[in-house]
């Protein structure tokens, strides 16, 4: 069986002229046909990343759970047996001697009291800046509760700007 390639393309020219009897509703229906296949597979390809999206934020969302359940299963008292630790020590004090002694001044925005907390806002702290104020707030006895932290780049290195809620150990 030979296949007449002359006449077969033909055949194609006058279908893509629309010549032949039905051509044009082939034609038209072949271009549906691709502009649906088009279509689903789009719709795939966001399903896809959709799903590969939400399997990103179901790992760290694990990770977060099972760091969280390793916080809470620290007892306050294993803590408190760590370090000598004074339950009625004034954090709004024990702040300022370390503000002081650390010489951070102008880059202390915020101090304001919250109950036994305090809400602190501190700007441009290097990274040995910024351990270094948990460890002497952590020597004398008070702890951040919370801590939001962002970072800038300066040069080659980083600076810190931290809202925090610190608060006597317990």
């Known amino acids: 069986m030979a296949i007449n390639i ?48 939400l399997n990103t934020q179901q790992g760290r969302w694990h990770t977060l759970l099972i760091l969280a359940n390793e916080y809470n299963s620290i007892s306050p008292s294993q803590a408190s047996r760590n370090s000598n630790v004074n339950p009625n020590v004034d954090v709004a004090t024990v702040f300022a001697q370390v503000s002081e002694r650390m010489r951070l001044g102008s880059r202390v925005n915020r101090i304001t009291p919250d109950g036994r907390n305090q809400s602190i806002e501190i700007n441009r702290l290097y990274a040995e800046e910024l351990a270094d104020l948990q460890r002497q707030l952590a020597s004398r006895g008070v702890r951040f509760i919370a801590l939001e932290l962002r970072g800038l780049p300066a040069g080659n290195e980083r600076l810190f700007t931290i809202s925090a809620i610190i608060g006597p150990m317990s």
């Open 6 to 53: 002359e006449s077969t393309l033909n055949n194609a020219k006058s279908i893509l002229r629309g010549e032949a009897t039905g051509s044009v509703k082939f034609l038209i229906v072949a271009l549906l046909m691709l502009g649906i296949w088009v279509g689903v597979s789009t719709v795939q390809g966001w399903i896809r990343q959709a799903q590969t999206n």
